[in-house]
């Protein structure tokens, strides 16, 4: 079984990844690298059990597909809900049950996000009747075949990264609107998955000795943040209300998760995006594709992460029962650990790591005292983390950049 995976499996995450991912993450602030939660899937034998985009064991669901994993709380709410059947059916099945560090589970997290946002195939026959009916062939030639009022194409079949793909579409957005006013053409709109089959197709066409990489750093939200400023995205947009208001409010909307989504939504935004720079002399804002990851990263990070209230905390954690194996007040013994002094910040991947590493025995003692495992929504655990944040004693260590804001 393992050797069929590794040829199905890591041939097909590693060609992606290596298009996407490249190097360390050399920056001083610690961002999880998906690179490196790749190998943990792999390596602690996730893989075995989940499929990813498709291939891989079939005991488990795809973590990469489902629609109710689609952020870090509602993705530790399901491995901590499911936690007791997970490691029943791997006892069955005589696996070793691994553990993990939280930098492992930080990793892992960002992997299993960054291959979330990875398109389905497109269909290239699709993308070439789009190439004729957006009118994109009266315009651009590819390998030399083809009108040219605008470049050739190749250079954008060569791309294998699908940021650097969204990011190309978007600069080349700029210099159109000139050529097609004097043309009289209608600036071409996408919608669903076209933008995956047009890309689709002018990969097909691109040639095998052209292909390039385009490595691109782990993406930062921390660096996405001071882009987001210093490209100026702040004069029209707000952040939780904090910023323009030309546009909408980014920290308040949840954006596409697929880049093929996200590369329909800017395209067809570029427009008034071009009128709304040009009548407050903004300049429209050109990405690099790590900028443009590192903007991604940091806007994907905001919905992402649900805002908790310590008091709903407060009442789910006295509903589920926790308060009678663990205590809430400095100098009070319990059962289980003080939850005062936390030696960990507290997380979604810090809490996935300690019920991982610790549940079984957790599970075991609930077990003997006939007491139920706790059920949580994403939205209670933020709450219950909230609540637990607010009791820690000064002592604590700081959060983490993963943590609670």
Same mark, same amino acid.
């Given at each position: 079984?393992k +050797?069929?995976?590794?040829k199905?499996?890591w041939?097909?995450?590693?060609g992606?990844?290596?298009?996407?991912?490249? +190097?360390?993450?050399?920056?001083?602030?610690?961002?999880?690298?998906?690179?490196?939660?790749?190998?943990?899937?792999w390596?602690?034998?996730? @893989?075995?059990?989940?499929?990813?985009?498709?291939?891989?064991g079939? @005991?488990?669901?795809d973590?990469?597909?489902?629609?109710?994993?689609?952020?870090?709380?509602q993705?530790? !709410?399901? =491995?901590?809900?499911?936690?007791p059947?997970?490691?029943? /059916? #791997?006892?069955?099945?005589?696996?070793?049950?691994?553990t993990?560090?939280?930098?492992?589970?930080?990793?892992?997290?960002?992997f299993?996000? =960054?291959?979330?946002?990875?398109?389905?195939?497109?269909?290239a026959?699709?993308? /070439?009747?789009?190439?004729?009916?957006?009118?994109?062939?009266?315009?651009?030639?590819?390998?030399?075949q083809?009108?040219?009022?605008?470049?050739d194409?190749?250079?954008?079949?060569?791309?294998? %990264?699908?940021?650097?793909?969204?990011?190309?579409?978007? %600069?080349?957005?700029?210099?159109m609107? !000139?050529?097609?006013?004097?043309?009289?053409?209608?600036?071409?709109?996408?919608?669903?998955?076209? #933008?995956?089959?047009?890309?689709?197709?002018?990969?097909? =066409?691109?040639?095998?000795?052209?292909?390039?990489?385009?490595?691109?750093?782990?993406?930062?939200?921390? /660096?996405?943040? !001071?882009?987001?400023?210093?490209?100026?995205?702040?004069?029209c947009?707000?952040?939780?209300?904090?910023?323009?208001?030309?546009?909408?409010?980014?920290?308040?909307?949840?954006?596409?998760?697929?880049?093929?989504?996200i590369?329909?939504?800017?395209?067809?935004?570029?427009?008034?995006?071009?009128?709304?720079a040009?009548?407050?002399?903004?300049?429209?804002? %050109?990405?690099?594709?790590?900028?443009?990851?590192?903007?991604?990263?940091?806007?994907?990070?905001?919905?992402?992460?649900?805002?908790? %209230?310590?008091a709903?905390?407060?009442?789910?954690?006295?509903?589920e029962?926790?308060?009678?194996c663990?205590?809430? !007040?400095?100098?009070?013994?319990?059962? +289980?650990?003080?939850?005062?002094?936390?030696?960990?910040?507290?997380?979604?991947?810090?809490?996935?790591?300690? #019920?991982?590493?610790?549940?079984?025995? =957790?599970?075991?003692?609930?077990?003997?005292?006939? @007491?139920?495992?706790?059920?949580?929504?994403?939205?209670?655990?933020?709450?219950?983390?909230?609540y637990?944040?607010? @009791?820690?004693l000064?002592?604590?260590?700081?959060?983490?950049?993963? +943590?609670?804001?």
């Amino acid at each position: 079984m393992k +050797g069929k995976i590794s040829k199905v499996v890591w041939l097909v995450l590693a060609g992606i990844f290596t298009a996407a991912l490249s +190097g360390s993450n050399t920056a001083v602030d610690r961002n999880p690298d998906p690179k490196a939660g790749m190998k943990v899937f792999w390596d602690k034998g996730c @893989i075995r059990c989940h499929p990813v985009l498709g291939q891989g064991g079939s @005991i488990g669901p795809d973590l990469t597909r489902s629609p109710a994993l689609g952020d870090s709380f509602q993705l530790t !709410a399901a =491995m901590w809900n499911h936690a007791p059947q997970m490691w029943q /059916r #791997m006892e069955a099945e005589h696996f070793v049950l691994p553990t993990f560090d939280v930098t492992e589970m930080e990793d892992l997290f960002a992997f299993l996000a =960054m291959v979330r946002s990875f398109d389905e195939p497109g269909d290239a026959n699709a993308g /070439r009747q789009l190439f004729q009916t957006k009118r994109c062939v009266e315009c651009h030639s590819i390998r030399g075949q083809g009108a040219h009022v605008g470049p050739d194409l190749t250079s954008v079949a060569s791309l294998r %990264n699908p940021v650097a793909w969204v990011a190309a579409m978007w %600069n080349h957005a700029t210099g159109m609107f !000139a050529v097609l006013n004097q043309r009289n053409v209608a600036f071409p709109e996408f919608q669903g998955t076209e #933008m995956v089959d047009l890309q689709s197709y002018i990969h097909s =066409m691109g040639s095998g000795e052209q292909q390039r990489q385009d490595y691109l750093l782990p993406p930062s939200a921390l /660096r996405g943040e !001071a882009l987001f400023r210093t490209k100026q995205c702040v004069v029209c947009h707000s952040i939780g209300g904090l910023g323009g208001e030309v546009g909408p409010d980014l920290g308040r909307t949840v954006l596409p998760q697929r880049y093929g989504e996200i590369a329909v939504v800017m395209w067809n935004h570029a427009p008034q995006m071009n009128r709304l720079a040009t009548a407050t002399a903004v300049p429209y804002p %050109n990405f690099q594709p790590q900028e443009l990851a590192d903007v991604l990263a940091y806007l994907n990070s905001l919905p992402a992460t649900p805002r908790g %209230n310590a008091a709903a905390g407060a009442r789910v954690f006295s509903a589920e029962g926790c308060s009678a194996c663990h205590a809430t !007040a400095a100098g009070e013994t319990s059962a +289980g650990p003080n939850l005062t002094s936390l030696e960990l910040s507290l997380s979604p991947a810090s809490v996935g790591t300690t #019920m991982w590493n610790h549940g079984p025995k =957790m599970l075991q003692r609930m077990e003997q005292f006939s @007491i139920p495992w706790p059920l949580f929504s994403s939205q209670e655990l933020a709450d219950v983390l909230a609540y637990l944040e607010s @009791i820690q004693l000064p002592d604590r260590p700081p959060a983490s950049e993963g +943590g609670q804001r």
